[in-house]
């Protein structure tokens, strides 16, 4: 299984990024699929959720509103479009699959991760 995150970088306060996520060695349609992000120092923490569907999201409220999950499941693909970003959004974003789909919003209930992309948002 490969989960390949991409389309980090560095953005000034207020502007838009959105990060996408492709997958492989699954059947992606299967799999919940979750954002993370890690700041330096800190614990990973939970973004953004879509569910195997797409029909269903779940964000952070520290994200919500700003930032938008969506899947592409014949493109094997998830996104996270990220706007009005803000110097506290800095860190490495990792997408996650979750077999379950347990609503569980938890680095231990995911199955696999990807490598992570780098956002650093200039204040």
């Known amino acids: 299984v490969q989960l390949q995150a991409s389309g980090g970088g560095l953005v000034q306060a207020g502007g838009s990024l959105r990060l996408s996520c492709a997958a492989s060695g699954l059947t992606f349609s299967n799999y919940a699929m979750d954002w993370f992000r890690q700041a330096p120092g800190k614990e990973r923490e939970f973004v953004a959720a879509?569910?195997?569907?797409?029909?269903?999201?779940y964000y952070a409220d520290s994200v919500k509103g700003r930032f938008t999950i969506s899947r592409d499941n014949a493109k094997n693909t998830v996104y996270l479009q990220m706007n009005a970003l803000k110097h506290e959004d800095t860190a490495v974003y990792y997408c996650?699959?979750?077999?379950?789909?347990?609503?569980?919003?938890?680095?231990?209930?995911?199955?696999?991760w990807g490598k992570g992309t780098l956002v650093t948002v200039s204040s």
């Open positions: 996650a699959a979750d077999r379950d789909s347990s609503g569980v919003y938890h680095p231990t209930a995911m199955d696999y």
């Open positions: 879509i569910s195997r569907s797409g029909g269903g999201t």
